[in-house]
């Protein structure tokens, strides 16, 4: 049975074409959907179907029962595609892989996406394309702004709260009630133990801000 977030819809349009959208390709494929279309530079990759600009992919999602996926992984260029695709109109379901788990009373909003063994847990709300990447972990009560990232293996516990655009590395730790800030990048393998202010760059453990001494 499906959550209603899981790809049912059995035709995607990608917006990206790089390697962010061969894994939501993937996990598109892995659940019976169909990708008609990607959209953006394919660096001289063969898709197997049509590459078009922006705009063509969605004249084309207008005429057809497609949806879109955001299949770019840098946070402000895809925060300017949200922007874009909801002033088209386009339809930005969000997307959960099969093997992910997702709490019943969490929240996803548009064109979000969870990939392969991630968690989602109870009561976290997520914004709009929010990316939740492969075993990354969101427990519960956890708030995170459209446009963020949380990169393989990261994990946000009980209750953090995360800004817009805002980037956690791959494997970094932020432990419960931490606040950190919009557009922020938390560096891989972090402990984050103290809020982030905006516009910061955190790194280390426990993390401090780069070029700090100690």
């Known amino acids: 049975?499906?959550?209603?977030?899981?790809?049912?819809?059995?035709?995607?349009?990608?917006?990206?074409?790089?390697?962010?959208?061969?894994?939501?390709?993937?996990?598109?494929?892995?659940?019976?959907?169909?990708?008609?279309?990607?959209?953006?530079?394919?660096?001289?990759?063969?898709?197997?179907?049509?590459?078009?600009?922006?705009?063509?992919?969605?004249?084309?999602?207008?005429?057809?029962?497609?949806?879109?996926?955001?299949?770019?992984?840098?946070?402000?260029?895809?925060?300017?595609?949200?922007?874009?695709?909801?002033?088209?109109?386009?339809?930005?379901?969000?997307?959960?892989?099969?093997?992910?788990?997702?709490?019943?009373?969490?929240?996803?909003?548009?064109?979000?996406?969870?990939?392969e063994h991630a968690h989602v847990g109870p009561s976290a709300r997520l914004g709009r394309a929010v990316v939740v990447n492969t075993a990354a972990v969101v427990e519960h009560d956890v708030v995170i702004g459209d446009g963020s990232h949380v990169a393989p293996a990261a994990v946000l516990l009980g209750a953090v709260e995360l800004g817009s655009g805002t980037l956690v590395g791959s494997g970094a730790r932020v432990l419960p009630g931490i606040r950190i800030g919009h557009r922020s990048v938390v560096g891989a393998g972090a402990v984050v133990v103290a809020d982030v202010p905006d516009d910061a760059v955190v790194a280390g453990v426990p993390a401090r801000p780069t070029g700090a001494g100690g």
């Open 1 to 115: 049975m499906s959550d209603g977030r899981r790809p049912v819809v059995p035709s995607w349009a990608l917006v990206g074409a790089g390697g962010h959208a061969r894994v939501v390709q993937d996990v598109l494929t892995r659940s019976g959907a169909t990708v008609v279309a990607v959209s953006g530079d394919a660096r001289g990759a063969t898709w197997g179907v049509p590459v078009l600009d922006d705009d063509e992919l969605a004249a084309l999602v207008a005429r057809s029962s497609a949806v879109v996926a955001l299949a770019v992984g840098d946070e402000a260029r895809r925060t300017r595609l949200l922007e874009w695709a909801v002033g088209c109109g386009l339809p930005l379901p969000p997307l959960v892989a099969s093997t992910a788990t997702v709490a019943a009373s969490a929240t996803l909003g548009a064109g979000t996406v969870v990939l």
